[in-house]
């Protein structure tokens, strides 16, 4: 099953605590006391699951998520949810508030793992995404929401004048607030600092490098900054909570989805 999640030896042997000589050993193994094939293997090198492998696995996460079921929260002995979310959210939104629910959530565990690609929700890489777009992918297995909206304005430090634009490397330039910096940016003098995502616009900010296009919630949380007024174009992004179908069957992750959806992300 977690060669499944992760579709890597490397990354199975990681969550497991073993080698990846040791996964593949056991794989090969379970593979002869079966009588089935379940990796579909290139020389040494495995590039995927088995028609067969593919049911089995998703017959023992359907027995998985039945027994979380039948037993109900307060049942398990412990439960754990894995929340993937790109670093703006867990590191601004998430970790600042959650607090409070897990003091009140008995019995659980919430991973936060920061990743800006997008998880595979079918692999059960993750319970919960939270994305700044719309998802076009993943069919009906998939339950997608919209549950939120982040404002981007123009940022700076308090009381430093004529600061330059922070822009985004060429690697980022796909993310919306790349190219709202580069309208913003025509004409106007820009920093040396060329940046990949908005935790390092805001360290770049907050260092003095210059002025970047940054969720607004950010200035009630650093005194130091400050709106620019010279410059008040205001920009969105959705906030998407990305979720697999089962999860309709976990108690304790449904609540937790629902204090999601209570959030401010403004």
């Known amino acids: 099953m977690e060669y499944y999640r992760s579709a890597s030896f490397a990354e199975a042997a990681r969550r497991l605590n073993v080698n990846e000589t040791t996964v593949s050993r056991r794989l090969r193994k379970l593979e002869k006391e079966l009588g089935q094939k379940l990796i579909i293997w290139s020389g040494k090198n495995p590039t995927g ?3 067969d492998a593919l049911n089995l696995v998703n017959s023992l996460f359907e027995a998985e998520t039945a027994i979380a079921s039948a037993l109900g929260p307060k049942d398990l002995v412990r439960s754990s949810i894995r929340l993937s979310a790109v670093p703006f959210i867990l590191n601004h939104i998430l970790i600042p ?10 019995d659980l565990e919430i991973e936060l793992i920061p990743e800006h690609r997008n998880v595979d929700l079918s692999k059960r890489e993750a319970d919960i995404a939270l994305r700044f777009s719309r998802p076009h992918e993943g069919g009906q297995a998939i339950l997608a929401q919209k549950i939120g909206v982040v404002d981007f304005v123009p940022i700076a430090l308090r009381n430093v004048p004529n600061l330059p634009w922070i822009k985004y ?15 913003l940016a025509k004409d ?3 920093s040396p600092m060329l940046v990949a995502d908005i935790d390092g616009a805001l360290g770049a900010v907050l260092a003095g ?4 296009l940054l969720p607004s919630s950010l200035i009630k949380s650093y005194d130091s900054l400050s709106l620019i007024d010279e410059c008040r174009v205001n920009r969105t992004r959705e906030v ?6 089962t999860s309709l069957l ?9 204090w999601l959806r209570q959030l401010d992300f403004e």
């Open 188 to 190: 106007q003098k820009c």
């Open 240 to 245: 998407w909570m990305l979720t697999h179908k």
């Open 169 to 183: 490397e060429p690697g980022s330039s796909y993310l919306p607030q790349s190219d709202w910096t580069e309208d």
């Open 97 to 106: 508030k959650i607090g409070g629910y897990l003091d009140g959530a008995k």
């Open 250 to 258: 976990r108690p304790k992750l449904e609540m937790f989805k629902k």
């Open 49 to 51: 699951l088995s028609g």
């Open 209 to 212: 490098f210059g002025k970047a």
